[in-house]
C-alpha cells in the first residue's frame, strides 16, 4: 500500500449505531488530519493530530471520536450519529504542519446516515 | 477572520480551450497559497503551491496560478483544457496559527464539453 488508505470506502449507519473509520498512512508523516467534505461546502477539519497529540479539535460534536494510536493510524469513532452527519469524510496527512506543507488526502469514506 | 472565496461554483468550457478559475483569499499575513484537485471517487491531490518569490507558479498537468497581492488573489489557469481535467477544484490558504491548517474555498467544477 502507498499514499494514504481509508477503510471503509462505504458505510451505511443508522442512528444508534457505532462505527469506526480508519485511516492509514505510509508515507512517514507526523501530522493526520479528519475532514468533512458535504456538498457545496468548504471542506471542514475536525480534527488534527500532531506527533499522536491532538492539536485541534474544531467544535466537532462528542459523537466523533477521534484516536491516534501513533503517528500512521488515525481512527474517527462515530456514535449516536444524526442524518445530517451524512458526509464524505476525508483523511490526510503531512510532513510537519498543515499551513505550510503538502497534504497527502485519501480517498475517502463515503458515510450515509439513516 | 481567514477565508478563502471561490466565486465559480461550476464552470463548463470546451475541450481545447483556455481555463481559468478564481480564488480570493482574506488572511493578514503573507499567504502560503494551495490547489487543490478532486477526481470523482478520489481524494484531493495538490496542483501547486505558492509560498513566495516568483508570483507565476508552475504546477502538475500543465496548470499554472498567479499571486496577486494588490487583488488578494490567486488564480489558476491552463492554456488548453483535456477532458481528463473534469473534477472539483479547490482554492486554499494555509494558516499559520493555531498550530498551523489548511482553509479551502467551496470549490469549483469544471465540465468539458467535447
Known amino acids: 500500500e502507498t499514499g494514504v488508505t481509508q477503510t471503509p470506502r462505504h458505510l451505511v449507519m443508522g442512528m444508534t449505531n457505532k462505527k469506526s473509520l480508519k485511516c492509514e498512512q505510509h508515507?512517514?508523516?507526523?501530522?493526520m488530519y479528519w475532514y468533512k467534505q458535504s456538498a457545496k461546502k468548504p471542506l471542514e477539519l475536525m480534527f488534527v493530530?500532531?506527533?499522536?497529540?491532538?492539536?485541534e479539535n474544531n467544535s466537532v460534536p462528542s459523537r466523533f471520536s477521534p484516536e491516534c494510536p501513533n503517528s500512521s493510524h488515525l481512527f474517527l469513532h462515530l456514535h449516536t450519529l444524526q442524518p445530517e452527519d451524512s458526509a464524505l469524510y476525508l483523511c490526510?496527512?503531512?510532513?510537519?504542519?498543515?499551513?505550510?506543507?503538502?497534504?497527502?488526502f485519501g480517498p475517502g469514506t463515503r458515510l450515509t446516515v439513516l | 477572520a481567514q477565508s478563502v472565496t471561490q466565486p465559480d461554483i461550476h464552470i463548463t468550457v470546451s475541450e481545447g480551450a483556455s481555463l481559468e478559475l478564481r480564488c480570493n483569499y482574506s488572511?493578514?499575513?503573507?499567504?502560503?497559497l494551495f490547489w487543490y484537485v478532486q477526481s470523482p471517487g478520489q481524494g484531493l491531490q495538490l496542483l501547486l503551491k505558492?509560498?513566495?518569490?516568483?508570483?507565476l507558479v508552475q504546477g502538475i498537468k500543465g496548470f499554472e496560478a498567479e499571486f496577486k497581492r494588490s487583488q488578494s488573489s490567486f488564480n489558476l489557469r491552463k492554456p488548453s483544457v483535456h477532458w481528463s481535467d473534469a473534477a472539483e477544484y479547490f482554492c486554499?490558504?494555509?494558516?499559520?496559527?493555531?498550530?498551523?491548517?489548511?482553509?479551502f474555498g467551496q470549490g469549483t467544477e469544471l465540465s468539458v464539453k467535447p
Open positions: 486554499a490558504v494555509g494558516v499559520l496559527d493555531q498550530g498551523g491548517k489548511l482553509i
Open positions: 488572511y493578514g499575513a503573507t499567504p502560503y
Open positions: 508515507l512517514g508523516h507526523n501530522a
Open positions: 505558492y509560498f513566495s518569490g516568483d508570483t
Open positions: 493530530y500532531n506527533f499522536k497529540e491532538q492539536t
Open positions: 490526510a496527512s503531512s510532513q510537519g504542519l498543515a499551513g505550510t506543507n503538502e497534504q497527502f
